[in-house]
């Protein structure tokens, strides 16, 4: 008879061959090349810019600011769809989306920039300036590691559930003529190759030196590890990872 620790060790067993199998298939994967700019501006703040095309479509990731608190929460933190698989899985208030995208933007000044390397970005459609998504690199549970995270509205994933948000007839219009297929490859790509030039540029994570970017993503959400693994990301382990709840993850890796 099984045991639950031997239906445990299957499940996980399972998944590091089914993430691998599908790794193997990506090994000549060509990651879509990003054009960053970073500004020091008169304010003490820096200001980043990174353009990237992928499968027609052409993408624009912004220092997150003020004026985006509204689209975060409205297309991200207020849909459960959205937030069900990241994360605790919780739909912040937006108080608390608020207060997260205050941080965020203080990532990008200079005197606040101990934690971090300058990061937190909106993605747009650079053609029709319509709001995608969010796409974010931060301090990871090791030192010298940084954690990826990313979240897309869902009307631009690549098989969206029903949706329950209501849109704007322009945002419709907009979303059924272009297909975003692969928009978390491009910011897994986008932020690996974001990391790499921090670093390059002598940037730190709380005084240590970038050594790698880390993620985690459900066994079920497979767009999400799927991005990771095309970009080249690798898997380190199968398992819970506490404050992220029960369910269980890879953890995946780039050594930067």
């Known amino acids: 008879m099984s045991t639950p620790d031997d239906n445990l060790l299957c499940l ?12 193997e298939t990506q090994t ?3 990651a879509p090349q990003a054009h960053i700019s970073i500004e020091s501006e008169t304010n003490d703040t820096t200001k980043v810019h990174i353009d990237v095309e992928y499968n027609g479509i052409q993408y624009h990731f912004e220092s997150v600011e003020e004026k985006d608190i509204n689209n975060i929460y409205q297309y991200l933190n207020s849909q459960h769809s959205v937030r069900a698989k990241y994360a605790s899985g919780n739909t912040p ?20 920039s101990r934690l971090y390397l300058y990061s937190g970005f909106t993605v747009c459609d650079s053609q029709t300036d319509m709001f995608l998504g969010c796409a974010n690199l931060g301090s990871g549970s090791e030192p010298g590691t940084s954690e990826m ?10 098989h969206p559930i029903d949706i329950t948000l ?24 986008t932020l690996l190759q974001y990391g790499a ?4 540029d002598g940037y730190t994570i709380d005084g240590h030196p970038l ?3 880390v993620a985690t993503a459900r066994l079920d959400n497979e767009g999400s590890w799927k991005s990771c693994a095309k970009a080249g990301m690798t898997l380190y382990d199968v398992g819970v990872v506490d404050h992220y709840g029960s369910k269980i993850r890879y953890q995946l890796q780039k050594i930067m």
């Open 166 to 189: 209501t849109n704007t007839l322009a945002d419709m219009k907009t979303t059924n003529k272009k297909i975003y297929s692969g928009i978390g490859t491009v910011e897994v790509c």
């Open 28 to 30: 000549n994967f060509q």
């Open 197 to 200: 030039r921090l670093k390059q």
């Open 211 to 213: 050594k790698s970017i």
């Open 149 to 158: 995270a990313f979240l897309n509205r869902q009307d631009c994933w690549s």
């Open 12 to 23: 996980i067993n399972d998944a590091k061959l089914k993430f691998n199998q599908y790794a």
């Open 93 to 112: 208030s937006l108080k608390d989306t608020t207060a997260r995208i205050h941080t965020l933007i203080n990532r990008f000044k200079d005197k606040n």
